[in-house]
């Protein structure tokens, strides 16, 4: 007989979720195809979670959380900083997807809204110490070297030989890219 576990039913269905949402975006996302990957009914993924919106929002939060752990900001270190996020987005491939459907459909809505914006605020203090510090050059304000960090992990993460015909298709050769991008941007 196999035992009831909401918590391991409710992450299968946020994996399965995951998974699909990556691939088909929220509206072509279908939540018989992420019942059948969790291998319960539809029913069930509604019972969890109440909508498909609810459900895409579970997911990010998920996904904001984890990536907020994973990847805490060092302002003295911005380039070993963006380095640390880039094999976060290789690693998980799916965060850039997910988030990008969620600018374009979600944007302002889920638990973790706050979440985003207090690290952020974070990040830029930290930024704004470090060049206080005079260990990061003040040449851009905080906040524009901060997606600038950001945008240059997140897209170098995904490049492949097809996106850009002339870099190598080779995850160190771009991830050090990245690391002497931010370097050069803050010194």
């Keep these: 007989m196999a035992t009831r576990d909401p918590a391991a039913k409710r992450r299968q269905l946020l ?6 949402f990556a691939a088909h975006g929220i509206a072509g996302a279908r939540m018989d195809r992420i019942a059948t990957r969790a291998k319960c009914s539809a029913g069930l993924v509604y ?20 990536t907020l752990a994973e990847t805490p900001i060092t302002a003295d270190d911005l380039p070993g900083y963006a380095g640390r996020l880039f094999d976060n987005y290789v690693a998980y491939p799916e965060v850039t997807r997910i988030s990008a459907w969620y600018r374009l459909e979600r944007a302002g809505t889920g638990r973790t809204i706050q979440a985003i914006a207090d690290s952020a605020k974070g990040k830029v203090e930290a930024i704004r110490a470090a060049q206080k510090a005079g260990t990061v050059s003040d040449r851009f304000e905080p906040e524009q070297l901060l997606m600038m960090v950001l945008t240059l992990a997140a897209m170098w993460s995904a490049q492949t030989v097809e996106m850009i015909a002339t870099a190598p298709d080779d995850e160190a050769y771009r991830r050090a890219t990245v690391t002497e991008a931010v370097r050069k941007l803050i010194s």
């Design 47 to 66: 019972t969890y979670f109440g909508s498909k919106d609810d459900l895409f929002d579970a997911v990010f939060d998920t996904i904001v959380e984890r």
């Design 15 to 20: 994996e399965a979720a995951l998974a699909e």
